[in-house]
């Protein structure tokens, strides 16, 4: 029908309504009604269905449309679609990790987590609300793109009323009680990530991903030389502490201009934005001490970086 490559273009070209566009391009039906029990199946034939739980959330419906889509790439028998990631079926967890790679295509992944790591849960959380899907759906994307984004390893662990109820990592391997021990260790280390020495002289670096039902832990291995570098979110925090000395109604003006630059500057570089910043706001908006604490090495430097996450 399509090769997997030429599925993953379209979806790529298409980001962020990559499934949507690839079942146009198919010519199949998706049709969003009530389902009980069930998120989605496949009917194939000269006029291919794909009927998706309209009772579940967005982001939901977006992961089952995508999974229906890859058994059709693959050339594979759907099952019934159910929890993501959690078959101990072949096909389906080939179809899972197709899907997650239309929805979140290689070009946006590396684009938002190549230069990142350690990742933690916000810049899960900003790469999920770009890509309309949810941040365990991007941490699962991270697990299957281990190598590839420069991770020792990794995996998701699933806990729930504290005890763990299941686990996502084709290959790292720890106990139960090693898996509460992170647990534990990321709760007290909020909002900072976690960073727990390994036997291997590697450090594990774990996070909370906020989620329904479960709460959802991050786990990476990493050298100690990348463990120990600051998260975007934590190099941000130590900046705004210099800057804004907790001045809490300073920093919301000046993030309220930097999300109005967002608006204005859009397809323009990192410098263009941040003198659009400087040029429409830093008199004007701010004067004496503020204008001076936003011109200080730590004021250009929190700047910069907040504007990252938007301009290259």
Same mark, same amino acid.
């Given at each position: 029908?399509? +090769?997997?490559?030429?599925? #993953? $273009?379209? =979806?790529?070209?298409? &980001?962020?309504?990559?499934?949507?566009?690839?079942? @146009? !391009?198919?010519?199949?039906?998706?049709?969003?009604?009530?389902?009980?029990?069930?998120?989605?199946?496949?009917?194939?034939?000269?006029?291919?269905?794909?009927?998706?739980?309209?009772?579940?959330?967005?982001?939901?419906?977006?992961?089952?449309?995508?999974?229906?889509?890859?058994?059709?790439?693959?050339?594979?028998?759907?099952?019934?679609?159910?929890?993501?990631?959690?078959?101990?079926?072949?096909?389906?967890?080939?179809?899972?990790?197709?899907?997650?790679?239309?929805?979140?295509?290689?070009?946006?992944?590396?684009?938002?987590?190549?230069?990142?790591?350690?990742?933690?849960?916000?810049?899960?959380?900003?790469?999920?609300?770009?890509?309309?899907?949810?941040?365990?759906?991007?941490?699962?994307?991270?697990?299957?793109? +281990?190598?590839?984004?420069? #991770? $020792?390893? =990794?995996?998701?662990? &699933?806990?729930?009323?504290?005890?763990?109820?299941? @686990? !996502?990592?084709?290959?790292?391997?720890?106990?139960?009680?090693?898996?509460?021990?992170?647990?534990?260790?990321?709760?007290?280390?909020?909002?900072?990530?976690?960073?727990?020495?390994?036997?291997?002289?590697?450090?594990?670096?774990?996070?909370?991903?906020?989620?329904?039902?479960?709460?959802?832990?991050?786990?990476?291995?990493?050298?100690?030389?990348?463990?120990?570098?600051?998260?975007?979110?934590?190099?941000?925090?130590?900046?705004?502490?210099?800057?804004?000395?907790?001045?809490?109604?300073?920093?919301?003006?000046?993030?309220?201009?930097?999300?109005?630059?967002?608006?204005?500057?859009?397809?323009?570089?990192?410098?263009?934005?941040?003198?659009?910043?400087?040029?429409?706001?830093?008199?004007?908006?701010?004067?004496?001490?503020?204008?001076?604490? #936003?011109?200080?090495?730590?004021?250009?430097?929190?700047?910069?970086?907040?504007?990252?996450?938007?301009?290259?």
């Amino acid at each position: 029908m399509i +090769t997997r490559e030429a599925a #993953l $273009k379209i =979806s790529s070209d298409n &980001f962020p309504v990559g499934p949507e566009a690839l079942a @146009r !391009y198919l010519s199949v039906t998706v049709i969003e009604s009530p389902l009980n029990g069930v998120e989605g199946w496949c009917i194939r034939g000269p006029n291919t269905v794909i009927r998706v739980n309209s009772n579940s959330v967005k982001n939901r419906r977006r992961f089952t449309l995508a999974h229906e889509l890859a058994h059709l790439v693959l050339g594979t028998d759907p099952d019934i679609a159910s929890e993501p990631f959690k078959s101990d079926k072949l096909e389906e967890r080939e179809a899972d990790r197709l899907a997650s790679e239309l929805l979140i295509p290689d070009a946006q992944l590396y684009k938002a987590l190549g230069n990142t790591l350690p990742v933690d849960a916000k810049t899960l959380s900003r790469l999920a609300g770009s890509a309309n899907v949810s941040p365990v759906m991007v941490a699962c994307r991270v697990v299957n793109s +281990t190598d590839a984004l420069g #991770l $020792k390893n =990794s995996a998701i662990v &699933f806990f729930k009323n504290g005890q763990e109820a299941w @686990r !996502y990592s084709p290959t790292l391997r720890f106990s139960a009680s090693e898996a509460k021990s992170l647990l534990d260790a990321t709760v007290a280390s909020k909002p900072d990530v976690a960073r727990t020495s390994n036997p291997d002289g590697n450090i594990v670096v774990s996070s909370m991903i906020n989620a329904p039902v479960y709460q959802v832990l991050l786990i990476q291995l990493l050298p100690e030389a990348l463990a120990s570098q600051e998260t975007y979110d934590e190099r941000l925090r130590n900046l705004s502490s210099k800057v804004f000395g907790g001045n809490k109604s300073f920093q919301q003006r000046v993030n309220g201009c930097l999300n109005a630059v967002k608006n204005k500057c859009e397809g323009q570089s990192l410098e263009q934005a941040y003198n659009c910043f400087l040029d429409r706001y830093i008199n004007k908006k701010f004067k004496d001490a503020e204008a001076e604490a #936003l011109c200080s090495p730590s004021g250009q430097q929190y700047l910069r970086l907040f504007l990252q996450r938007w301009f290259n």
